[in-house]
């Protein structure tokens, strides 16, 4: 009976699985279409700042966007957030009817609806105050953390999933929770220096642009340096918010490269830590375009999306070195056991 028992349950943890694998392909959709929303200045293409209902959940009063780019682009952006959306209610839905015994799938999920919800309500007020930077930022970070969540949810799921022994760690751990927590940082101060932009109507002139503060053109003299100075805080706000961007991923390169340099020495089984390490070498050398090159569409999408990557593998990296989750019964009886031989 027992063995029907897991058979069943393996059986509806791989239909999680499979639900969760559709929803963070359309949650990674979700951030790409909102990099396009940004690099061709139609966040407000539904209405502009303080239109209330009529830009947001309308898009230019009416349910369906008018014949312009911009609103139809952004329109598509809450089109592919409604699918995730969807997608999310549904895994807490089959959460709560098929896995309630999995303790933690089920609080995951419903904390992923919350930041569903969240984020649909932080994406409004967005478009209502007219893309300020901290809610661009904010915007973003919660569809990271959404991101995130998700992976470590599939994980979980997972029951062949084997996760190293404390001893064997090293401080992995440790190192991993590090790294994750500033390449997440790096990329919300990246949603800051794309915030200064401050899109207005579609054919408003820019406001500001932090992204361009330290200079453009392919010298040292705009990366490292920022206008021929190192490190150049100081020079003014918008200089300040890109160099506070730069800050942190130095910070985080070298928290990423130790996650892997310690996953190495301690042999840990995932890829992820080593495939991690190549993509933060690769994410710079694209950061460094962006600067030189100033502001070209195509550099900034790439950096977003290969953001995203970067930060998706590192988060599925510290998930491997966590169990799968475990019927709440079978942890109690393997607790059971384990005291009755401690005794």
């Known amino acids: ?65 008018a014949d312009s780019a911009e609103s139809t682009i952004e329109f598509s952006h809450r089109v592919a957030a409604a699918v995730v959306g969807v997608l999310i209610v549904f895994a807490v839905w089959l959460a709560f009817r098929r896995l309630r015994v999995h303790r933690w799938i089920v609080r995951g999920s419903v904390g992923a609806g919350l930041l569903v919800l969240a984020q649909a309500g932080l994406g409004g007020l ?24 998700l992976i470590a949810l599939r994980r979980a799921a997972d029951p062949q999933a084997v996760a190293l022994r404390p001893e064997s760690m090293g401080g992995l751990g440790v190192a991993t929770v590090v790294a994750a927590v500033l390449v997440l940082a790096t990329i919300v101060a990246g949603g800051y220096v794309a915030g200064t932009e401050r899109e207005g109507t579609p054919g408003e ?15 040292a ?14 020079q003014s706000r918008l200089a300040d918010i890109q160099l506070v961007h730069r800050t942190l991923m130095y910070l985080a390169a070298l928290a990423v ?3 892997a340099a ?8 995932s ?73």
């Open 205 to 219: 002139p820019v406001v500001g642009q932090a992204h361009v503060a330290c200079g453009t053109g392919y010298s």
């Open 257 to 259: 490269l130790a996650m």
């Open 262 to 269: 310690i996953a190495l020495v301690r042999r840990a089984p």
């Open 1 to 65: 009976m027992r063995d029907l028992a897991a058979r069943g349950d393996g059986d509806e943890l791989a239909r999680f699985r499979r639900l969760l694998t559709l929803t963070i392909a359309a949650t990674l959709v979700l951030i790409l279409i909102g990099g396009i929303v940004r690099v061709s200045d139609s966040g407000l293409g539904c209405g502009p700042e303080g239109s209330g209902t009529h830009g947001w959940p309308l898009c230019e009063g009416g349910v369906l966007p």
């Open 271 to 343: 890829r992820a830590f080593g495939a991690a390490a190549l993509l933060l070498v690769a994410q710079i050398g694209l950061g460094i375009l962006n600067v030189w090159a100033g502001k070209h569409a195509g550099l900034i999408l790439g950096h977003l999306a290969l953001g995203t990557v970067l930060w998706s593998t590192v988060v599925y990296a510290g998930a491997t070195l966590l169990p799968a989750s475990e019927p709440a019964g079978e942890r109690v009886r393997r607790r059971s056991v384990r005291g009755a031989v401690t005794a």
């Open 221 to 234: 003299d705009t990366f490292p340096a920022c206008n021929e100075q190192f490190p150049g805080f100081g």
């Open 126 to 149: 967005t478009v209502e105050q007219g893309l300020e930077e901290e809610l661009v930022a904010a915007h973003l970070g919660l569809a990271m953390l959404l991101l995130g969540l």
